[in-house]
């Protein structure tokens, strides 16, 4: 009994400081309309900060969260709020998201360079304090946690419910043109609503520090717990919101009290907001099929069979003069660099052409080099298993997640990735107990390895031009445009989404056990949550419309490390650079290709 | 040639009834479905194509209850139709548009350049579909529709958007459809163009079935001048 009542205790504390970050995700989500992925990162850095001023600084606890908390998360709320997200109102889902994605990758960046990686403790507030309830006791800290969710419950409800500024707030949602007329500013309301979400981001994060550790990833990725919040609010209902919080703070509270402690159970202790996260968009009704605002997109010229030939040609003959010039690291880089483009060429059909937003694409590549790996000797035919094997794993994703649409699709995706990384990826099961696995080459040289991925790369970027131009390919486009005029034209367009998944994902398992032979070595770390989302910014900087787009994505995706360990430094800025690129670019899903392509035909004409 | 017997139909959106207890037989030929705006014209289509539930009562075609299949499922029994906001494929071609729909019935490809010579939008094959004027793209969607070969065609406001001469156009092609077999139903607020091709006409008000008849009675008919003119 009185261990029941400790681990209620610890789990409505964590609750508290998930409904803390959730409830700023909902205010922005409702009234800006844009989801922002960033939110999580929003709360590592100004925890990063509140360490800076009160641990290595000094200043006292209270002042350094008052100045991190009400001055530096708002003002950076703001700023995000004015030169990213107002630009990006109104615009499809994939668009904010990947915006949301720079601005995570981007705060990871500068985190990264400001607090190189060191432990980083961070003492409890008033740890002096605490209390004993029954045999348990409950810490200052806790106790300041407790206090604070229910201020920002009450604060929100207050806020939304009783004042003019929030009934202006509901309104901009549900119109912005409209409300503009009676005399509220929209700008000025989305700006006020982003600059107290990026406080609650903030305080969310630094309260839950003690818990979770000062780190770049972790309290970045903890959000997915947020999100798991928020969706049971529907993302606008706070109360609903707060419930969900609390709800998966007891959950997990008990999950560690209650569960065996095998490894297996251990990470499914840490897979339970992912799993949570599926059952509540299980339990969400069946997104209606969207009528109404069809708007087409301009993708760049879809080459024929012969220009795609003769590109094929060119590219291959490029690659074959560069493999006779380059000396043997280089030869394995542009390897790699291929392999990522193939990973691309998976995401151009998924996300190009049939307009889903996949937060967990990198999950197959793992999917399909932990195959290639366990086979043991790579030949022709295993590789086409591991394809085979993330195909089956890609349509039975689908086919749980393609209730949803849009951004909740985009959301399972990453729910999914975060349940393959704990439960498989991460845990013995894919690596083995060393969590890394020895796989034997399938050519010896790395010129041979470039090749190999030169000639693979040319393969998969004909077969996606060659659907893109047949019935699939127009069939995936006319989904994407208006699922409801292809249901009334007697198309399943459920089953042409799952097939679209299913043929994405077998590419990437392809990529993956091309990635497997070529490294002799993969472990688990190589296939880490975190790296989907690079992968997602990449694809839409480079172009995520064209086979030039993933090939030029994939270089840049190879030079990434590469430059880390170099310059590390220049890596960071380099990553922020690439979080501002995505979120400028974003309107233009055609990528930096398309301007060179746009040169191109300038000149000629 | 199909029968359709909508029983008893009703829609509600949370506290708002758009669609209440309608029961009326379609019948082959071209039939009118007018009234005022929100009188439950298009939430009838979304019904009978299978893209809405209805809140309770059957859609019923040629004696086969349907109120439980998906909109492709209907499609495939004969059902089509264009939509009063307009969902065409905006990043493919005109052209390719109907190519989708010819496919979706195992049809010949080649048939697309006669579909589009027939609506009259034959130039405009190779412009992405969102470019077009939305005249033209109303005729591509009822191309679109007319290239699953159905047996009972819905046009939601088809000639909004067209001119004069097109409109004329527009209803010659109707009686030819008509002729053709296919049971054609055209929710219209061109009023020449209704009583002008129709065999029979609905009148909807505020969600209910206000009056069926020929185009003269309904014209005569006290209760629709009321529900137009408020």
């Known amino acids: ?605 | 040639m199909s029968t359709l017997r909508v029983e008893g139909v009703t829609v509600r959106f949370g506290e708002v009834t758009a669609v209440d207890d309608v029961t009326l037989t379609v019948e082959p030929g071209v039939t009118g479905l007018i009234g005022p705006n929100g009188a439950g014209k298009t939430t009838l289509f979304d019904v009978i194509s299978g893209l809405r539930k209805p809140t309770a009562g059957r859609v019923v075609l040629d004696d086969l209850d349907i109120t439980a299949k998906g909109p492709h499922q209907r499609s495939r029994l004969g059902v089509a139709r264009t939509f009063q906001r307009l969902e065409v494929f905006g990043s493919l071609t005109v052209w390719e548009n109907v190519v989708v729909a010819l496919e979706s019935r195992r049809r010949s490809v080649k048939l697309a350049d006669e579909l589009l010579g027939r609506v009259g939008i034959a130039d405009f094959a190779g412009n992405q579909a969102d470019t077009v004027p939305t005249g033209a793209a109303r005729l591509l969607e009822l191309a679109r529709a007319l290239a699953t070969d159905p047996s009972l065609l819905l046009l939601d406001e088809p000639s909004s958007g067209l001119d004069r001469a097109e409109t004329d156009a527009f209803g010659e092609l109707l009686r030819q459809l008509s002729a053709e077999g296919r049971s054609v139903v055209l929710v219209e607020h061109d009023m020449d163009l209704v009583m002008g091709y129709c065999d029979r006409v609905h009148v909807l008000n505020l969600g209910r079935l206000l009056v069926s008849g020929t185009p003269d009675a309904v014209r005569a008919h006290e209760g629709v001048r009321e529900a137009y003119l408020g």
């Open chain 1, 1 to 605: 009994m009185t261990a029941l009542l400790a681990y209620t205790i610890f789990g409505l504390v964590t609750g508290g400081a998930y409904a803390v970050v959730a409830g700023g995700l909902v205010l922005t989500y409702s009234t800006s309309k844009v989801f922002n992925v960033g939110h999580g990162a929003i709360g590592m850095v100004m925890a990063f900060l509140y360490w800076e001023l009160a641990e290595n600084r000094g200043l006292p606890q209270w002042l350094a969260l008052l100045l991190v908390v009400g001055v530096c998360a708002p003002l950076f709320g703001l700023v995000v709020e004015r030169f990213i997200m107002r630009r990006l109102a109104g615009a499809p889902v994939g668009i904010t998201l990947v915006a949301g994605v720079g601005v995570l990758v981007g705060l990871i960046g500068v985190a990264q360079v400001v607090w190189p990686p060191q432990a980083r403790p961070v003492r409890p507030f008033l740890d002096q304090l605490g209390v004993h309830i029954g045999q348990s006791f409950v810490s200052g800290h806790d106790l300041v946690t407790l206090v604070c969710a229910v201020l920002v419950a009450g604060g929100l409800y207050v806020v939304l419910n009783r004042t003019r500024t929030g009934l202006a707030m509901r309104a901009c949602v549900d119109a912005p043109e409209l409300a503009s007329l009676y005399g509220t500013r929209p700008a000025r309301l989305s700006a006020l609503s982003w600059a107290i979400g990026s406080a609650l981001a903030a305080l969310g994060g630094i309260l839950l520090t003690p818990v979770v550790q000062l780190d770049y990833v972790t309290m970045t990725l903890l959000v997915i717990t947020a999100y798991t919040a928020a969706l049971v609010g529907r993302l606008r209902s706070l109360p609903w919101t707060f419930a969900g919080a609390l709800g998966l703070g007891l959950v997990q509270s008990y999950a560690v009290a209650y569960l065996p402690s095998s490894p297996f159970w251990i990470s499914f202790r840490a897979a339970i907001p992912a799993l949570l996260l599926f059952v509540v968009l299980l339990a969400m009704p069946q997104s209606p099929l969207r009528i109404g605002g069809v708007r087409g997109t301009r993708g760049l010229a879809v080459p024929n069979g012969l220009t795609t030939g003769v590109g094929a040609g060119l590219f291959l003959g490029v690659v074959a003069v560069l493999a006779l010039l380059v000396d043997s690291v280089v030869a394995g880089q542009l390897a790699l660099a291929l392999v990522f483009g193939i990973v691309l060429l998976s995401m151009v059909l998924l996300t190009g052409y049939g307009g889903v937003v996949s937060l967990g694409q990198f999950t197959f590549v793992g999917v399909g080099a932990v195959t290639v790996a366990r086979l043991g000797s790579p030949s022709p035919l295993t590789l086409l298993v591991g394809a085979g094997v993330a195909a089956v794993v890609g349509a039975l994703i689908a086919l749980t997640a393609l209730r949803v649409s849009g951004l909740y699709l985009a959301l399972a995706t990453l729910g999914f990735a975060q349940l393959m990384d704990k439960l498989v990826l991460q845990s013995p099961i894919a690596f083995g107990v060393r969590g890394s696995l020895q796989v034997p080459r399938l050519v010896e040289s790395a010129t041979g390895q470039l090749l190999l991925a030169a000639g693979t790369f040319t393969l998969v970027g004909i077969g996606v031009l060659a659907i893109r131009r047949g019935r699939l390919g127009r069939r995936m486009i006319a989904v994407k445009d208006s699922s409801a005029a292809c249901a009334t034209l007697g198309l399943n367009v459920r089953w042409i989404r799952v097939w679209v998944f299913s043929l994405s994902a077998a590419i990437a398992g392809l990529a993956g056990g091309l990635f497997a032979q070529l490294r002799e070595t993969v472990a688990a770390s190589d296939f880490q949550l975190f790296n989907n989302l690079p992968l997602l910014l990449f694809a839409v900087i480079a172009g995520v419309t064209s086979v030039s787009g993933a090939l030029l994505g994939g270089v840049l995706l190879m030079l990434l490390p590469v430059l880390q360990s170099g310059f590390p430094a220049f890596a960071g800025v380099a990553v922020v650079l690439l979080g501002v690129a995505a979120a400028g670019l974003a309107r233009d899903p055609n990528g930096l290709v398309s301007w060179g392509f746009r040169a191109w035909s300038w000149r000629r004409a």
